[in-house]
């Protein structure tokens, strides 16, 4: 996922997922002195939710010695996603946020110059991800959303994700164990109440059939493996912003779009 002289864009919200990434990339960077890493943090204007977060992730990167470049979508986007979920539009507060998310991130790492961006996703994101592609009828988006995600004709930063294979439990062993200060505050939109119910099943067959977690990822990456360059042919420059999309334009425009209409 790394080379020895990667500018990483760490992608870090204050949570226990991107603290602990954060912490576990500064030791790994300590023994290759030509590596960089800045951490960029996001903040969508979720009141009484990101501040704590910012704040958490500003004192690790000082405590860390690591740069941090914050974005917000007030100034990226016009708008925030507390504003968003006013509008009460078909999709959730959750869709929205996440798609312009991914594009603040690709924003702020073109910022710095970084040659990668790191995300934090664990085994349980993970998995609960391709299930979730799956019941929207969207099985392509598995190809698309591998653990490491490189454009073969360079147009687009590659994204990886250290943490796809570590079960979320042991991630908040880890950070309790080494003392992270992180957001326990749950945000107050909610997640998708799809992705929940897949949480739910997912935990439950993984206490009666011990791996199953670990079986779907690896269904998921064999999936990946016969497809010919998915990222290739399916990945193209959004005709608006020219971020990468499988559509002539970008789902982050599409809902700019739908917002201010
Ligand atoms: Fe955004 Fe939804 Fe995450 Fe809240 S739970 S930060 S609205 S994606
Ligand atoms: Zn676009």
Redesign the pocket.
Known sequence: MLEYDDHVAVAVSGGKDSLTLLHLLVKLEERFPRSKLTAVCVD?G?EG??NEALNLARDACTKLGVGQLVVSYRELFGTT?DEI?RLKMDQ???AF??VF?RKAINKAADMIGATKIATAHNLDDEVQTVLLNMLHGDPLRIIRSGPVLKDPRGKFLPRIKPLCDIPEKEIVFYAYSTGLQFQSV???????ALRNDIRAFLNQMNLKHPGIKFTLLRSAEKLRAQSEDPQLSELHECVKCGDPTPHDVCEACVMLEAITA
Not at 186 to 192: F, I, K, L, S
């Open positions: 969508e979720i939710y990101r996603t979920a959730t507060p959750c946020c996440g998310r749950a945000c107050p939109h909610g997640h998708e």
